[in-house]
């Protein structure tokens, strides 16, 4: 097992409430300059959840599950620099009071903590509902790999990632790699605390030769040539792990969203096909 500074690293609270779906008029546009309507980010996804494909839905942007926020602003940037992938959500008012599930993606853009619950209680969810969650994570290193940098990861869920340690390198199980080429809308971020950036879908032939087609919610990759140490750059041999937070997307320069886990400058980590390398299947 990897060892880290988990007993150092502090354990909060952070609230928000289901956040509910916004849209601008007439609506959005597409790669090809056309106008369209259909569902995304906010409210409580029933029927798309981590483990579902992140591709083929008639959506852009599709939070599966549960899309919460803070909408105090200084409050909300707390929400999302400090919740983690994997964290516990309590829901603490409302019908559904005391139902738990987990973090699953933070959104950048819109500011969106995304969680998991079970799909049997969602019925019981609306929006306005407050939740809390028990954020831990953020500080959380490495101790044998320090040009590793760890970002909005469970200490809990870094142990169920089943990585291997051979000659100085971290082997990560990882569902898809994913070329700097095709990433897109978040990069120039100046932080990868919170938020995630987008592997565009558009260039058929890549999309093709990396079998990206099939990515699924809640897949762990490996990004290519990606530097997320302090913010989303290209740099030749960097590498980093991050987790699959939204769908797919007609804009022009966006796609499915990838929340930062594990980063290096140098080729530190390297990514082992695993089709179950999924939050689905790691944690349900």
């Known amino acids: 097992m990897l060892r880290t500074n988990r007993d150092q690293v502090v354990k909060i609270s952070v609230q928000g409430e289901i956040s509910a779906p916004i849209y601008s008029n007439p609506g959005k546009l597409d790669s090809e300059g056309r106008i369209f309507v259909l569902p995304g980010t906010g409210g409580i996804t029933y029927n798309v959840k981590i483990g579902d494909p992140a591709c083929g839905f008639e959506c852009d942007h599709v939070e599966p599950g549960v899309s919460t926020k803070n909408y105090d602003e200084m409050k909300n940037n707390a929400y ?104 897109g809308s978040g990069l120039g971020s100046n932080t990868t605390n919170k938020g995630d950036y987008d592997i565009c879908l558009f260039d058929d032939a890549t999309v093709a030769e990396y079998g990206l087609r099939d990515l699924r919610l809640g897949d762990i990759v490996l990004l290519e ?44 980590i390297e990514g ?6 999924n939050l689905a299947d790691i944690l349900l």
Do not use: W
């Open 80 to 183: 999302n620099y400090l919740s983690c992938i994997g964290n516990e959500a309590t829901i603490i008012t409302g019908d559904g009071k005391g139902a738990k599930g987990f973090v699953t993606g933070t959104h950048g853009g819109i500011e969106h903590v995304i969680m998991y619950f079970d799909p049997a209680i969602l019925d019981t969810l609306n929006i306005g509902d407050k939740v809390n969650v028990k954020a831990y994570g953020q500080g959380l290193k490495l101790l044998d790999y320090p040009e590793i940098t760890v970002k909005n990861l469970d200490p809990d869920l870094l142990d169920k990632l089943n990585i291997e340690e051979k000659s100085g390198k971290l082997i990560v199980p990882v569902a898809k790699k994913v070329p700097a080429k095709i990433m």
């Open 225 to 268: 040539d990606c530097d997320n140490t302090h913010g989303r750059n290209y740099l030749s041999g960097a590498c980093t792990i991050g987790v699959v937070v939204h769908s797919d997307c007609r804009i022009m320069g966006h796609g499915p969203g990838v929340t930062t886990l594990l980063t290096s400058k140098r080729p530190l």
């Open 272 to 277: 082992k096909i695993d089709p179950k390398a």
